[in-house]
């Protein structure tokens, strides 16, 4: 990419994802009009694991076909130790299809304070706002310091069931009791599709999006929308599972949300297009509804 090019590409990132105005994100103070905007005002974009049996370039291309103009790259996507040359490619293949970088993830931390800044200073040279994250309960007093340093938030990602026990921030509560006395920037993205699989036997915790959404408060940044089946134990379409898309956004409006919605979806990891344009025509629609 052309000095210029690269400049022209830096520049509108940042204005895009506002660097210095975590955690409100780039909706220019007042949120888009619902019958100017399909989205309803929320940041929308996708997982890119979604799309992890493609290459970067292919996703992209998949991603920018569905309209969406925002994505949370992983590191199946974007290795954590991208040189230089390999992040020029990145940042030649997001500017070729108009797409911003938001969100990172999802990255493990400990108490390893060093390894955790070589993570942050990944983060912004891909020029995102916040890193996804599964952070060990020992590394929290890093954390503060990075995300002040580094003006990126921290998302922590609730996981359910991993093997024959739940994941030690498989909800908001779990989530809360560590962040709560935290630096502004260490919360959440909430994962709709985890807290329905923590319902599975024998767990049983019956957890509602909805409800773990308004407990998060502020304190959530971002939300992997997906719908599950445990019958079955895979990703659906939204409506064909659990997933009440109205009751999430009515509750993601309800506490301000200014944060990203990632679309994820697990299912059919070598042709997922379809369903998750099924996906984004249920969300469409009922951001319709709600207006």
């Not at 599964?134 to 990126?152: H, R």
């Not at 709709?192 to 308004?214: E, W």
């Not at 971002?222 to 009515?250: A, C, I, Q």
Request: charged letters at 25%; aromatic letters at 8%.
């Amino acid at each position: 990419m052309a000095t210029s090019s690269r400049r022209r590409f830096l520049k509108t990132t940042a204005a895009a994802i506002g660097a210095a105005a975590i955690p409100a994100l780039s909706q220019g103070g007042e949120p888009r009009q619902p019958d100017k905007d399909p989205f309803g005002g929320f940041t929308v974009g996708i997982q890119s694991y979604s799309y992890r049996q493609f290459n970067l370039e292919k996703a992209l291309g998949e991603i920018q076909n569905l309209g969406l103009r925002y994505v949370e790259l992983y590191r199946g996507h974007v290795p954590t130790t991208a040189n230089d040359a390999q992040m020029k490619a990145v940042r030649g293949l997001l500017e070729k299809h108009r797409i911003t970088p938001i969100a990172f993830g999802v990255e493990s931390f400990t108490k390893d304070h060093a390894a955790n800044r070589r993570l942050f200073e990944f983060g912004r040279r891909l020029g995102v706002r916040y890193l996804s994250a599964d952070p060990s309960p020992d590394s929290f007093d890093s954390l503060d310091k990075l995300v002040a340093e580094f003006n990126i938030g921290i998302a922590i990602h609730p996981h359910g069931p991993t093997g024959k026990q739940l994941h030690r921030w498989y909800s908001a509560e779990e989530i809360m009791k560590a962040v709560g006395n935290r630096h502004r920037l260490v919360g959440s993205c909430l994962d709709t599709g985890h807290l329905i699989r923590s319902a599975q036997d024998p767990f049983n915790r019956k957890l509602d999006p909805a409800q773990q959404v308004r407990h998060m408060g502020a304190r959530n940044f971002g939300m992997h929308l997906k719908d599950h089946d445990n019958k079955t134990r895979t990703d659906v379409v939204y409506g064909r599972g659990v997933l009440n898309v109205g009751s999430v956004l009515r509750a993601l409006r309800e506490v301000k949300f200014a944060g990203y919605i990632a679309i994820e979806y697990e299912a059919n990891p070598a042709n997922p297009t379809a369903d998750i344009r099924a996906c984004l025509d249920v969300f469409r629609d009922t951001v319709r509804k709600l207006s």
